[in-house]
């Protein structure tokens, strides 16, 4: 590794540990020219496999670049944008696959999403569905409502039921 200092073509590696619970390798390296410090760091390269078959590296400027399309003109700050790109990332490093479908990337972001915003949700929802009659926005705006009912509806029912037992 080339010495970001000096520019010396070579470092010695002086520590080694892992982070991440193993998913990353952190190296200390030393240049033996001008002796300055620096830190590596070596990850497992996530590819992620497009539906035309091609696989690319996995991006997170990618995912936030979609996502705040998706959020133009919400009261969505870049702050959660970032969040919301790091926690599918996280997700979809947690399977430990070294390769992933586009297709799976898009379902990660679109839970997240409904959390943050509801519009921007469905305007992704939207192009990644490839929704194409105002049907497909009742079907998504009517589950969206749904899930709010049955989730409120089901914690009531529980409670019911310890209240009863
Ligand atoms: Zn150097």
Known sequence: MRCPYCRHADSRVVDSR???DGQLIRRRRACPECGKRFTTVE?????VVKRSGVTEPFSRSKII???RKACQGRPVDEDAIA???QRVEETIRARGAAEVPSH????????????????????????????DSLEDFEREIAALRG???VTSSGKDAARAARTAG
Not at 106 to 131: H, K, N, T
Request: net charge negative; no cysteine.
């Open 104 to 131: 799976d990337v898009g379902l990660a972001i679109l839970g997240p999403l409904r959390e943050l915003d509801e519009v921007a949700y469905l305007r992704f929802a939207s192009v990644y569905r490839s929704f």
């Open 83 to 85: 969040l919301l790109a």
């Open 18 to 20: 892992e982070a991440d």
């Open 65 to 67: 670049a979609g996502v």
């Open 43 to 47: 990850e497992a390269v996530l590819a």
């Open 147 to 149: 899930t709010g009912n």
